[in-house]
T-cell receptor, first 118, second 114 residues
Framework: AQSVSQHNHHVILSEAASLELGCNYS??????LFWYVQYPGQHLQLLLK??????LVKGIKGFEAEFIKSKFSFNLRKPSVQWSDTAEYFC????????????????FGSGTRLQVQP | EPEVTQTPSHQVTQMGQEVILRCVPI?????FYWYRQILGQKVEFLVS????????KSEIFDDQFSVERPDGSNFTLKIRSTKLEDSAMYFC????????????FGSGTRLTVV
């Protein structure tokens, strides 16, 4: 079965600290990868996505993620977090082979709650 | 920027009652989805809808659930006889044919079954 793992369930950082949130997936083949953010009481917003090309992807709000195929990972990073980054972060994956057959369902990780202290 | 709109934002219902959650996807999108998130848990896929029919569904999406696109703009999720465990945040999403443009999610409907 498809599986997406986010090992950090709750991360607490001080402002200006660097952030790295892990995301691993458990299946081979070509994948499309996403990071979504959910601010308190709000909907899921797309931070960045990877489909192909440069494995280092830059997203909104200073976030970036690196796709490392050999490690089945797509970790999210930000060099210096702000209090406004307090939110829940979700990694999501879909296999290209599924998309080619018309499937579109994303598989989400369990999420990482980031708390940034001022 | 186009948005996916969901109504209501919060609904409380008694166990056994039917509920209908409503969504207005982005107008030129072709795929529509429902996901749910039980409090403190991960976002789970329920169903996708394309070309006026269900294209994919999860194990969660049993006979209690149904989806409909009654007109050109609305996309609804119906739960026929709600159970306590149906309490969750339900997110609607939509996407274009080419998902490289991403999926757009609505703000969610918090369903509380009492």
């Amino acid at each position: 079965a498809q599986s997406v793992s986010q090992h950090n369930h709750h991360v607490i950082l001080s402002e200006a600290a660097s952030l790295e949130l892990g995301c691993n997936y458990s299946y081979g083949g070509t994948v499309n990868l996403f990071w979504y953010v959910q601010y308190p009481g709000q909907h899921l917003q797309l931070l960045l996505k990877y489909f192909s090309g440069d494995p280092l992807v830059k997203g909104i709000k200073g976030f970036e993620a690196e796709f490392i195929k050999s490690k089945f990972s797509f970790n999210l990073r930000k060099p210096s977090v702000q209090w406004s980054d307090t939110a829940e972060y979700f990694c999501a994956v879909i296999r290209k082979s599924e998309m080619d057959t018309g499937r579109r369902a994303l598989t989400f990780g369990s999420g990482t709650r980031l708390q940034v202290q001022p | 920027e186009p948005e996916v709109t969901q109504t209501p934002s919060h609904q409380v219902t008694q166990m056994g009652q039917e509920v209908i959650l409503r969504c207005v996807p982005i107008s030129n999108h072709l795929y529509f989805y429902w996901y749910r998130q039980i409090l403190g848990q991960k976002v789970e896929f329920l169903v996708s809808f394309y070309n006026n029919e269900i294209s994919e569904k999860s194990e969660i999406f049993d006979d209690q659930f149904s989806v409909e696109r009654p007109d050109g703009s609305n996309f609804t999720l119906k739960i026929r006889s709600t159970k306590l465990e149906d309490s969750a945040m339900y997110f609607c999403a939509s996407s274009a044919w080419d998902t490289k443009y991403g999926y757009t999610f609505g703000s969610g409907t918090r369903l509380t079954v009492v």
